[in-house]
C-alpha cells in the first residue's frame, strides 16, 4: 500500500469511528422525515455501512473487521466515561445533575442493544461486501455498496429494535418502528455510495498479509531460519 493510500485509509476509519460518535449524540434530535418521525441518528448513521465499505476496498475484510470491534469498545469506553462525570459533583443544583446523568447514561439494555446490533449488521455487511468481490471482482463498484447496505442497514434496526424492546412492545409496535426508521437510513445510505469511488482497491500487499498469523515470525527472522 502506498503512503498516500495508508493515509486515506487513517482517515476513512477516524472518519467511521466520528460517523458512529456523532450518530450517537444526534440521537437525542428527533426529527420529521417525509412523514416519518425518526431521530438525526438515522442521518448519520447510514454513512458509517459506507465508510466501512471504503476502508474494506482500501484494506480488505480482515481490517474492516478489526475496525467494527474497535469502534463498538470505543463506544462503550465513551458511554463508561458519560456515567461516570454525570455522577460526578458538578457546579450545579441536584435537579440538573439528575437531569444530565439521564442525558448522558442511557438504560443498559439499549446501549448493549445498540452495539451488538453495530457489531453483527457491520460484520454481515463485511460478509456481503466480500461475497459480491468474490463474483463480480472490481465490477460494479456501486453494487458491493448497495447490496450491502441494503441487508445492513435493516438487519441493523431489526437487532436493535428486538433486543431492546422485545417483551415491552407488541410486535405492531416493533413493526411500525422498524419501517419508517428504515426506510429514511436507507435512504440516506444510498446517498453515500458514491463514497466507494473515492478510494481505491487494496493491493495485493492486504492480500498476503492476511495469510499471516501472530504466531509466524517476522520476514528477517524467516530468513535467517531459510
Do not use: C
Not at 48 to 68: N, Q, S
Amino acid at each position: 500500500m502506498s503512503i498516500r493510500n495508508l493515509h486515506i485509509l487513517i482517515l476513512v476509519s477516524v472518519a467511521y469511528v466520528a460517523a458512529q460518535m456523532v450518530a450517537d449524540i444526534t440521537n437525542l434530535r428527533n426529527l420529521t422525515i417525509a412523514g416519518y418521525a425518526v431521530s438525526a441518528f438515522s442521518i448519520a448513521y447510514p454513512l458509517t455501512f459506507t465508510l466501512r465499505d471504503m476502508v474494506h476496498k482500501l484494506a480488505g475484510p480482515h481490517v474492516a473487521r478489526t475496525l467494527i470491534i474497535a469502534a463498538a469498545v470505543i463506544y462503550l469506553i465513551v458511554q463508561a466515561f458519560f456515567g461516570i462525570i454525570s455522577n460526578m459533583s458538578p457546579e450545579m443544583t441536584p435537579e440538573e445533575r439528575i437531569a444530565l446523568g439521564q442525558l448522558l447514561t442511557p438504560e443498559w439494555r439499549f446501549l448493549m442493544a445498540a452495539v451488538v446490533a453495530t457489531v453483527l449488521s457491520q460484520l454481515v455487511d463485511t460478509e456481503v461486501y466480500t461475497r459480491w468481490v468474490e463474483r463480480f471482482g472490481g465490477q460494479h463498484q456501486w453494487g458491493r455498496v448497495l447490496v450491502s447496505n441494503i441487508i445492513g442497514i435493516p438487519l441493523d434496526r431489526i437487532l436493535f429494535l428486538l433486543l431492546a424492546f422485545a417483551g415491552a412492545w407488541t410486535s405492531d409496535e416493533i413493526a411500525a418502528a422498524f419501517v419508517g426508521t428504515t426506510i429514511v437510513r436507507l435512504i440516506f445510505g444510498i446517498i453515500t455510495i458514491p463514497g466507494i469511488y473515492l478510494v481505491e482497491e487494496h493491493s495485493q500487499d492486504w492480500v498476503k498479509m492476511s495469510g499471516i498469523t501472530h504466531s509466524d515470525p517476522p520476514s528477517f527472522e524467516r530468513a535467517k531460519l531459510g
